[in-house]
Every structure is written in structure tokens, then in C-alpha cells.
């Protein structure tokens, strides 16, 4: 078995990626898939392939010797020989739990750091952490892929970079439906769990800041966080400059693919990112957007005017990019969303992300049997 293991499958970037890579890979490689979340189980479990088994170990806290029991007796009588780590948490979980073992799986780690920006050190122990027990190194960005060789020592030959890919087939039937909100108002959309490198303070003072933007736009923001400190924050500071007719704290939903067909446009407001899995579906979902200058898509989707790039990640720079994508006409958006949409099926499908992950399970199976 391959095993695929998180911390949760919560709704996230990182979680997203793991669903949508283990079904496309499970037609490509030989053998069973499997997915194990190292604490609660979370909503995207319910889209996992039937074929593909789950196990959750539901830890209650950093080092649980109990799980960690547990997660090493499922390995050896599910007959694991890879574990593909979705997170760097995750990766301390899984080299506690198969230290000292004589034949131990090989192990994949895929880094999808999305604050590098925020913090570039690699920690001494994270170091030891990767030399000892990965077998390759896998990132979703040319930034991070750079500090893995640089900072982490990660040699050329173990270290891939892999863009994020998204199933184009769960857009294909989706009936864009923009302008909802308000006829006298555009509809934009930011989705992203209220983080603090997510920068959603500057997002609420960019349009309370813009005379345009208030007459003009309505931005809904979604993920969870909502009801958390962040969000009473940020809720707090959309009553303070009365912006509540123009931002909607929505929170978490599953909902998501409807209110992207409902929308004008899409938001990356963060502060730092890898591989924004957001954009993605924006593009996906033939949505222009507006992006702060962060991630490995920003360059490529401006390149091909799929997007308007922010020049920095303060409020000036956000209110500035969004009076531009308000300014153009629904033709131009609707333009920029069929470029984006093209640009994902040739570049950013998840079926491409999946042929190389498969391509390097078979890399290491060979180097394991020579």
C-alpha cells in the first residue's frame, strides 16, 4: 500500500491537494492507495474514491504514544511500503512512529509551506528530521524548491518540484452565474481559513479605503476561522470602517463551487503562499483574479492576462489592483476567465501532477530494488 497521511482533511489547500492527487493517481499505480489523518477525520474524507481506504488516528495531542502505536501496527498489517507526508507535522508524526524500524516504508514528504515568506529559517531539528528519514523531497513552488537545496541541503536528484493541479472535470458542468449580490455592485470572492498570512486585514482596509471600491464591490470571505479570535478581529474591523454593505464574514462552507459560479472575479490577498490551490479553482472556474504578488501561479497567470497582480501585499497596493479589475468591462473579465481556464487544462491539471507522482513512486521502487 501507498499511504497518503495528513494531520486532517479539514477544508484547505493542503488537504484538497491530497484528495484530488490520490484519485487521479489511483488508476496509475500498482497496488492499494490509502489516506490516514493523524487527528480528526474532517469533511473531505466524504470525497475520497470508495476504493481508496481510510484510517484515522485521532490524536489528541502532539505526542500521543497511543496513536503512535496505532499508526505504526496499521502500517505493518496493511503492508505499507511508501508514506507520502502532506505536511511537516505530519512528517514528525510519521519518523516517531517508524523510528527503529529495521525495514521501514520508504517516505515521501510534500512540502506545501505557504509561509516561507514569513519564516525562511529550517530549524536544525527539521534539518536532521528530513536527512534521516526522507527519501525524497517534493515542493509545489520553484521558491521552495530552492530553499530545499539551499537551506535544507537537499540534493538535486532528491528534491522535485511538482506544480498543484486541479480536476478540471469538477468545473466542466459549472453554470457561471455572475452578479448575484447586487446589480448595482460585482461580486468577488476570497477563500481562504482566516490566517494570519492571509492578510485579510488589509483586504478590509483596501476597500474601505477606495471611494470605488465601496460604491462598486462586494467581497465575501470564506473559510473556517470565522468564529475564532482572527475572525472576531476581523469582523470587528469591518463594523470599525463601516464597510459590513461591502466585505460578508461568510465562513466555512461546503459550498464553495456555487459561490465561485456566482461570483466576477476571485482574491489572493495573502501575504505569503507556495502554491496557491485557490488560484487554481478560480482559474478552473473561469474566474479572473486579483493576487498580491505571492505563489509560484502569479507570474505565469499575469503573464497570460488571467489575472491583475498587486505590486506589493499592503492596502494601498490590494485597492489599487481591485479598482482596476472593476474598472474593466464584464467582456474583458469574461475574456481573462476563459484565458485562466485554459491556462489551468494545459499546465495546472491535477492528471499532470499525478502522472509525476506516480512516475516517482516507480523511481523509487526501482532504486529500492536494485
Given amino acids: 500500500m501507498i499511504l497518503h497521511v495528513i494531520d486532517t482533511l479539514n477544508r484547505g489547500g493542503a488537504e484538497r491537494v ?38 484515522s488516528i485521532e490524536r489528541e495531542q ?51 509551506f505557504g509561509r516561507l515568506a514569513l519564516e525562511p529559517d529550517a530549524s536544525r531539528s527539521y534539518r536532521w528530521l528530513v536527512h534521516r528519514f526522507v527519501d525524497h523531497y517534493i515542493t509545489v513552488s520553484e521558491e521552495l524548491h530552492q530553499w530545499a537545496m539551499s537551506r535544507l541541503g537537499m540534493p538535486a536528484d532528491r528534491c522535485t518540484m511538482i506544480n498543484n493541479g486541479v480536476p478540471m472535470s469538477r468545473f466542466q458542468t459549472m453554470s457561471r452565474n455572475a452578479g448575484t449580490h447586487s ?26 479605503m477606495s471611494t470605488m471600491l465601496r460604491r462598486m464591490l462586494h467581497v465575501q470571505l470564506v473559510g473556517s476561522g470565522a468564529d475564532g479570535a482572527l475572525g472576531q478581529e476581523v469582523a470587528a474591523l469591518i463594523r470599525k470602517l463601516e464597510v459590513g454593505r461591502n466585505v460578508t464574514l461568510y465562513g466555512a462552507s461546503d459550498r464553495v463551487d456555487e459561490l465561485l459560479a456566482a461570483a466576477d472575479f476571485g482574491i489572493v490577498a ?101
Wanted: hydrophobic share 45%.
Fill in 183 to 208: 446589480s448595482e455592485q460585482l461580486s468577488a470572492l476570497f477563500v481562504a481559513n482566516l490566517r494570519p498570512e492571509k492578510n485579510h486585514f488589509a483586504l478590509v482596509r483596501a476597500i474601505a
Fill in 18 to 55: 491530497l484528495v484530488d492527487l490520490v484519485t487521479a493517481l489511483s488508476p496509475l499505480v500498482d497496488g492499494r492507495i490509502g489516506t490516514c489523518t493523524t487527528r480528526a477525520p474532517g469533511d473531505l474524507v466524504r470525497e475520497l474514491p470508495m476504493a481508496v481506504r481510510h484510517f
Fill in 270 to 370: 495573502s501575504r505569503s503562499e507556495a502554491g496557491p490551490v485557490v488560484a487554481l479553482e478560480y482559474m478552473a472556474a473561469g474566474l479572473p483574479y486579483v493576487s498580491t504578488p505571492v505563489g509560484n501561479i502569479f507570474e505565469t497567470a499575469g503573464a497570460h492576462r488571467c489575472c491583475i497582480v498587486a505590486e506589493g501585499r499592503r492596502a494601498e497596493d490590494l485597492a489599487a489592483a481591485l479598482e482596476r479589475m472593476c474598472a474593466l468591462s464584464e467582456g474583458e473579465r469574461s475574456a481573462m476567465g476563459t484565458r485562466a481556464r485554459a491556462l489551468v487544462d494545459q499546465r495546472y491539471s491535477v492528471e499532470q501532477q499525478a502522472a509525476m507522482v506516480a512516475a516517482l513512486y516507480t523511481s523509487l521502487r526501482r532504486n529500492a530494488a536494485a
Fill in 62 to 112: 502532539r505526542w500521543d504514544f497511543r496513536a503512535l502505536r496505532r499508526f505504526r501496527r496499521f502500517v505493518r498489517a496493511e503492508g505499507v511500503t511508501l508514506v507520502h507526508a502532506h505536511s511537516r507535522s505530519t512528517l514528525a508524526f510519521v519518523a516517531a512512529a517508524l523510528a527503529g524500524r529495521q525495514a521501514r516504508p520508504r517516505i515521501v514528504m510534500h512540502d506545501h
